[in-house]
């Protein structure tokens, strides 16, 4: 081959002291290597691009009372933090199913816990929808311990090409698992105007719903595809632009939010999974087993707490949190995703 073929491409270097898009973040996206860059990230309050960090963790592990030998369930693997600190308390004795339905991440993950020398003996990972944990039951369960830290991770929320987020340039797709399902995109067009609003007011209290739903049905009508995060940022924008200028960006950034989690809900089929898996958990716990939910908005809080309810009332949990766990200030402050989170526990009888 001629040396002329061979295209020498430069390093990619950082963009200023601050890179802003997450494809020039390659520092945050190779965490070993950049240990002090991490670190000094963390110590702001920040999260590293391309990482989670678990939220309540003391909590947890104050709660679940892991002992060597048990076995336990991580519903909700994401980057593995809480799987770590469950795997510690083992001891090297017992296992750990950890599941998630992302098979982006997954396998980056599974290789990460498996360089810190927890492999197959010890711990287990599976892609699989926590709906369908019955499945495992057979082959791994009854579990002592089960731990589910629902909505989605870090990963997914700064990765701009999976659309979770209204800051970047991405395709509108939103799916936790891209193989199955249908993207944001294409599931907006199949509603009508009155199921944009409905979708909007349930899955996220969105006080702006007409205003946002009226926005969207007005572009379809032109002919324009709602393709891109972008392009339904600047229509809420547009939408929004009623709001008097003192409170219009404050307004619009939380309508933002609220709107692309609503999406998310509804597209990832979240209250429906939550609440088959609810359903499942006590036919899956060993007696004396215990579960902890961390849960990040209203209607997934509200429907962990009905759920542990019904089955102590039922007899079949014998004690459970009367209110919620909250991260502590120190947390919430060096953590801002920590702040909506609430942590309830139930134990089997
Ligand atoms: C908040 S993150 C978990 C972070 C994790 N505890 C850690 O320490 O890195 C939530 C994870 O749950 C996963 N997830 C959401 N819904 C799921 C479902 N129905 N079944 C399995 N995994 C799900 C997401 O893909 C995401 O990775």
């Known amino acids: 081959m001629e040396n002329d073929d061979i295209k020498y491409h430069r390093r990619k270097r ?3 002291t601050h890179p802003k898009s997450f494809n020039d973040k390659y520092k945050e996206l190779q965490p070993d290597k950049y240990v002090e860059t991490i670190e000094h990230i963390i110590e702001k309050g920040n999260t590293p691009a391309g990482m989670h960090r678990p939220i309540c963790v003391k909590e947890i ?16 693997l994401g980057y593995g933090g809480h799987t770590l600190e469950m795997l510690k308390q083992l001891n090297h004795k017992g296992h750990i199913v950890a599941i998630d339905t992302d098979s982006i991440e997954l396998p980056k993950t599974k290789e990460r816990l498996e360089n810190l020398g927890y492999g197959p003996k010890i711990l287990t990972v599976k892609e699989l929808n926590f709906k369908d944990v019955d499945y495992l039951s057979l082959d791994y369960g009854p579990f002592d311990f089960i731990l589910a830290d629902l909505g989605v991770s870090s990963m997914q929320i700064d990765d701009p090409n999976r659309g979770f987020s209204y800051k970047a340039e991405g395709p509108l797709d939103l799916r936790m698992n891209q193989s199955s399902g249908i993207p944001a995109s294409i599931r907006l ?5 009155d199921e944009i609003e409905g979708m909007l007011k349930e899955n996220s209290d969105e006080p702006y719903a007409a205003k946002i739903a009226a926005a969207i049905i007005s572009e379809y009508k032109k002919g324009i595809h709602i393709d891109s995060t972008i392009q339904l940022q600047s229509i809420i924008k547009e939408a929004l632009k009623f709001i008097p200028n003192e409170k219009r960006d404050e307004e619009i950034k939380k309508s933002c939010q609220r709107t692309f989690q609503a999406l998310r ?14 359903e499942k958990l006590p036919s899956i716990l060993n007696n004396q087993g215990r579960v902890a939910i961390l849960s990040f908005h209203s209607g997934e809080d509200r429907l962990v707490k009905k759920s542990f309810q019904h089955y102590f009332r039922e007899g079949i949990y ?16 060096s953590n801002s995703r920590a702040r909506s989170a609430k942590l309830r526990w139930a134990i089997k009888k």
């Open 14 to 16: 950082y963009k200023g």
């Open 61 to 76: 592990i104050d709660f679940l009372q892991i002992k060597a030998g048990q076995k336990g369930l991580d519903a909700t």
């Open 318 to 333: 014998e004690e459970i949190s009367v209110s919620p766990i909250r991260p502590s200030m120190d947390e919430q402050s």
């Open 189 to 193: 067009r199949e509603l009508n105007q």
């Open 265 to 278: 809900i509804d597209i990832n089929h979240e209250f429906e999974v939550l609440y088959e898996f609810l």
